[in-house]
């Protein structure tokens, strides 16, 4: 079935204005038994037969910027290519949204491109990591399968940074920033946390001179969580976070670092140090373990503060779960910072 076929025109004259509410409208009418919608703070996704289509909003976040068409163009550009480092089979490419002389619009056709999609495989959500867990269906031969695909991925990837300096005075200006978000949240457990992992670099500049120089620092996924790992054979890893570099730049220890603080929120912690412990020996990598248990420490203080930013905007719609949610990391991240020797 073509896509002219799967995507019939809308009625003539319905998007004129092409605005999104227009664009939304007339991929939902077109929606088959089975198909949904989903919004999200960025974007729709419309699960349509065997594809996923990424439609961004026209908005503005501090980092991103969505608000012309050639931003959204060169976003979904950008969110293809750097998702096919590790989910090739399933990132297709980007496709224009065009309205036709007539009004119509259409996908892929002929007209004025009034907006640009990200075109995917559907996948199966049940093979996804964090519902293979919730049903007990994880097997071991999955998790090496894991490892080995996040292995050869830190493999290919050059190193982002090779001066320990820098990567001691970038990790200090993170854990400052988060710091001045959480101080708002709790300022006791705030400023407890940034002086305890403050103390920790100050304690190992010796490490982070090892992991520099040893090109662990790479362009990395950047949102590695379990509900991202699709338990595929091959397994893939999607929706990476592709709007922001300085943000995909990571120690692969503290990425998998992130993984098994997600796993373990979902009540799977052995999971996601299983996996990591397997990836690190395939990379022939000794990360001290006190130096993953301050990454730990330091991705929790990261992710409560976006959730403390979360809470804070104005369309988010559950600010008490936000808040919730932040104070939750920010206690885990003082806990295992509370551990890890300094």
């Known amino acids: 079935m073509s896509d002219q076929d799967r995507w019939p025109r809308a009625p003539a004259g319905a998007a004129r204005d092409c605005r999104l509410a227009d664009k939304v409208a007339w991929m939902q009418r077109n929606l088959g038994a089975g198909d949904e919608a989903i919004e999200t703070h960025f974007a729709w996704v419309f699960l349509a037969g065997d594809r996923a289509w990424k439609l961004r909003k026209p908005v503005q976040r501090d980092p991103m910027d969505y608000r012309t068409l050639d931003a959204r163009r060169r976003g979904a550009d950008a969110e293809v290519r750097l998702n096919r480092r590790l989910a090739p089979g399933i990132y297709l490419g980007i496709r224009p949204l065009t309205c036709e002389a007539n009004g119509d619009l259409s996908i892929g056709g002929a007209g004025d491109v009034v907006d640009w999609l990200v075109e995917m495989r559907r996948l199966d959500h049940g093979r996804m990591l964090d519902e293979m867990l919730a049903r007990g269906r994880v097997t071991t031969q999955d998790l090496h399968r894991v490892a080995a695909l996040l292995a050869e991925f830190y493999t290919r990837e050059a190193a982002a940074i090779t001066d320990g300096a820098a990567l001691d005075v970038r990790l200090r200006a993170q854990v400052a920033a988060n710091h001045r978000v959480l101080f708002a949240l709790d300022a006791a457990s705030a400023s407890a946390l940034r002086d305890a992992q403050l103390a920790f670099l100050g304690a190992h500049r010796d490490w982070l001179d090892a992991r520099a120089t040893r090109g662990c620092i790479v362009e990395a996924h950047g949102d590695l969580r379990p509900g991202h790992i699709l338990l595929d054979d091959p397994p893939a890893v999607i929706d990476c976070l592709e ?95 509370s551990r890890a020797p300094a």
């Open 243 to 337: 709007f922001d570099r300085n943000l995909r730049i990571l120690d692969r220890a503290e990425e998998l670092e992130f993984l098994a603080l997600e796993c373990t929120r979902i009540g799977h912690g052995a999971t996601g140090e299983q996996i990591a412990r397997a990836c690190l020996a395939r990379l022939g990598d000794p990360a001290p373990r006190p130096l993953q248990q301050f990454y730990r420490s330091h991705r929790a203080a990261t992710r409560a503060k976006l959730y403390t930013w979360r809470a804070s905007e104005p369309d988010n719609g559950r600010p008490a779960q936000w808040l919730a949610t932040a104070h939750d990391y920010l206690g885990l991240a003082l806990e295992v910072a």
